[in-house]
């Protein structure tokens, strides 16, 4: 079944405590994007990239980093999580000659104490 | 700059009802609109493109170049359809979404 799956679902963790949440695709999609969802602000683009090594920052990457090692995987790191990165963050890729727009994943609920 | 509007938070509508969700866009160029649907915080799925004009689970949307907008239109609105909704379009690159705020919409019975 063609997907991107992310992991962990749920994550609770403390202030400054590095962490990575996965992401993975098997459509061998180009495009891959991150997003967070805050209510009343819908969703914010965080990183995206264009293929195997090419990231580039979204509108909100300010305590995030990203890498693109394989076109399959686009781990999103969070190397000192804050509190204000408490959010629903969902990965999505597309390919570059489709007009369906992204595929989503089912997202990670991200809580830092 | 370059935004999606939803002016609507939230949006009630009894059963059987017409329901029309709005949505206006700025952009300089040629926008690649979408329609996306989540339904209780799950994924995000797709419901329309502007460029296929279908229609999906009786939804339709039409572009209007000359308001910039792209509402979402159902005669007759289903419980099913309570939903959060978002407007986006694609740009740049990698045809990144920029996203609306977002409407919850709730079909009341």
């Known amino acids: 079944e063609a997907q991107v799956t992310q992991n962990p679902r749920y994550l609770i963790t403390v202030t400054g405590k590095k962490l990575t949440v996965t992401c993975s695709q098997n459509?061998?999609?180009?495009?891959m994007s991150w997003y967070r969802q805050d209510p009343g602000l819908g969703l914010r683009q965080i990183y995206y990239?264009?293929?195997?090594?090419?990231?580039d920052k979204g509108d909100v990457p300010e305590g995030y980093k990203v890498s693109r090692k394989e076109k399959r995987n686009f781990p999103l790191i969070l190397e000192s999580p804050s509190p204000n990165q408490t959010s629903l963050y969902f990965c999505?890729?597309?390919?570059?000659?489709?007009?369906?727009?992204?595929?989503f994943g089912s997202g990670t609920r991200l809580t830092v104490v | 700059a370059q935004r999606v509007t939803q002016p609507e938070k939230l949006l009630s509508v009894f059963k059987g009802a017409p329901v029309e969700l709005k949505c206006n866009y700025s952009y300089s160029g040629s926008p690649e609109l979408f329609w996306y649907v989540q339904y209780s915080r799950q994924r995000l799925q797709l419901l329309l493109r502007h460029i296929s004009r279908e229609s999906i689970k009786g939804f339709t949307a039409d572009l209007n170049k000359g308001e910039t907008s792209f509402h979402l239109k159902k005669p007759f609105a289903q419980e099913e359809d309570s939903a959060m909704y978002y407007c986006a379009f694609a740009s740049g690159s990698a045809r990144q979404l920029t996203f609306g705020s977002g409407t919850q919409l709730t079909v009341l019975p």
């Open positions: 990239s264009m293929n195997v090594e090419v990231t």
């Open positions: 459509m061998n999609h180009e495009y």
């Open positions: 999505a890729s597309r390919s570059g000659d489709s007009v369906y727009g992204y595929t």
